[in-house]
């Protein structure tokens, strides 16, 4: 039976965690499967408890952390090359940047068969300045020499790091979209959004506008804000802003509220009259989605955001920035509406498009479950990702 070494920078609430977990899960049982994990910052949520329902056990780099830390980086190498040695995998597969580097480093040291990798998402723009997004490209394209295969998840994607970036020949990618169970999104939405909007002060005739994910610079709050602020000036409808997530700019966002003289309520101390608030992290997220009226995405980079896949799923329409692998995954002016990058006005223009018509909605909502269920299943992924096992490892014996 051959095996799957399947390695992950940490077990934190997202889309690669929800990928390997899938993976690892339904991937064909002809491959046996172990999975390596790094440790989650302290800002960030743990999605443990999604491998725990799944009855995975994985083992743990504890020297594996989100930030650089060249002796850390180190130790994790070893660490990893000794599990390769212990475990004799035929395949190691490795996903997110830092996985990426040391676990493909461990993997075409100990010279496994099939090396793959899996772009969730890039730091190329966005994340650093010049210089060190140069180093990190240069990193990439060593790597990508000693890959057999480098996953995009999108078409998108894929002529992002081959065209623009130069990581590899386009020959060398495969395009292989995540997964996930979607059903969930799609049960139970009348009573998950009672319940929801009695928990967090929600009113029946108030449009709830909500934007999922970490509190990082790259997902760019500030242009949210902004939009909403003007949203409030330009409508009678009442309206409130619902911030699913946390993170390491929870502070500054906080800031940014005062500043255009808006008020917040917070999970500790809830509401009614505040027009935006904070929920931190919500691990059953399938039951927020229906609580909501249009779910909105400002980022400046990403790969596939999840939280558009989950929106389509439960019904919500979107109001989206232009990045990366967004328009693989949303039916633009269908399930979605997308502008460019930092235009606020135009997105302040669209979520009062969505917030002044009930019909609208409706009518988008419609369509989004039927759209996403077909592309973005585990079933598929875990299909579509033997197949390339099957090729690649026929390849090599």
């Known amino acids: 039976?051959?095996?799957?070494?399947?390695?992950?920078?940490?077990?934190?609430?997202?889309?690669?965690?929800?990928?390997?977990?899938?993976?690892?899960?339904?991937?064909?049982?002809?491959?046996?499967?172990?999975?390596?994990?790094?440790?989650?910052?302290s800002t960030e949520e743990s999605s443990e408890f999604l491998i725990k329902n799944l009855d995975i056990t994985p083992r743990y780099?504890?020297?594996?952390?989100?930030?650089?830390?060249?002796?850390?980086?180190?130790?994790?190498?070893?660490?990893?090359?000794?599990?390769?040695?212990?475990?004799?995998?035929?395949?190691?597969?490795?996903?997110?940047?830092?996985?990426?580097?040391?676990?493909?480093?461990?993997?075409?040291?100990?010279?496994?068969?099939?090396?793959?990798h899996t772009f969730h998402g890039h730091v190329f723009h966005s994340y650093f300045n010049p210089i060190k997004t140069k180093i990190f490209l240069a990193i990439e394209r060593y790597l990508a020499k000693k890959?057999?295969?480098?996953?995009?998840?999108?078409?998108?994607?894929k002529k992002e790091l081959c065209e623009n970036y130069k990581i590899a020949a386009c020959e060398k990618f495969t395009v292989i979209p995540l997964g996930f169970d979607l059903e969930k999104f799609n049960t139970g939405k009348e009573q998950k959004r009672v319940s929801f909007r009695k928990k967090w002060h929600i009113a029946d005739d108030e449009i709830a506008i909500g934007i999922v994910g970490r509190m990082v610079p790259v997902k760019n709050h500030d242009m949210f804000l902004t939009a909403f602020a003007q949203l409030l000036k330009s409508t009678n409808k009442k309206v409130k802003a619902i911030l699913i997530g946390?993170?390491?700019?929870?502070?500054?966002?906080?800031?940014?509220?005062?500043?255009?003289?808006l008020t917040f309520s917070t999970e500790k101390n809830v509401q009614q009259e505040a027009p935006i608030v904070f929920c931190s992290w919500i691990k059953d997220?399938?039951?927020?989605?229906?609580?909501?009226?249009?779910?909105?995405?400002?980022?400046?980079?990403?790969?596939t955001p999840v939280s558009l896949?989950?929106?389509q799923a439960a019904?919500?329409?979107?109001?989206?920035?232009?990045?990366?692998?967004?328009?693989?995954?949303?039916?633009?002016?269908?399930?979605?509406?997308?502008?460019?990058?930092?235009?606020?006005?135009?997105?302040a223009e669209k979520l009062l498009l969505l917030t002044e018509n009930d019909g609208l909605r409706k009518d988008i909502a419609a369509k989004g479950?039927?759209?996403?269920?077909?592309?973005f299943s585990s079933t598929r992924l875990a299909a579509d990702m033997s197949n390339l096992y099957d090729k690649l490892f026929k390849q090599k014996v």
């Open 1 to 41: 039976m051959p095996k799957v070494l399947r390695i992950i920078n940490r077990l934190n609430l997202g889309g690669p965690t929800h990928n390997v977990a899938y993976l690892t899960k339904y991937l064909d049982k002809k491959y046996e499967t172990l999975l390596l994990s790094g440790t989650i910052d």
């Open 61 to 116: 780099i504890d020297a594996m952390q989100r930030e650089l830390h060249p002796l850390k980086d180190y130790r994790a190498y070893k660490q990893i090359k000794k599990i390769i040695r212990e475990y004799q995998p035929d395949i190691v597969h490795t996903h997110a940047a830092k996985a990426g580097a040391v676990g493909r480093l461990a993997a075409a040291h100990c010279k496994v068969p099939v090396i793959l």
């Open 147 to 157: 890959s057999t295969c480098i996953i995009a998840i999108s078409e998108i994607q």
């Open 246 to 261: 946390d993170g390491e700019c929870r502070t500054e966002i906080e800031s940014k509220i005062q500043e255009l003289h």
């Open 285 to 303: 997220v399938e039951n927020a989605y229906p609580g909501l009226d249009i779910i909105a995405l400002t980022s400046l980079n990403e790969g």
């Open 309 to 311: 896949i989950e929106a």
């Open 315 to 347: 019904g919500i329409p979107i109001v989206t920035t232009d990045v990366g692998g967004i328009k693989d995954i949303v039916l633009e002016n269908e399930t979605a509406y997308i502008v460019d990058s930092n235009d606020v006005d135009a997105f």
């Open 369 to 375: 479950f039927s759209h996403v269920n077909q592309k």
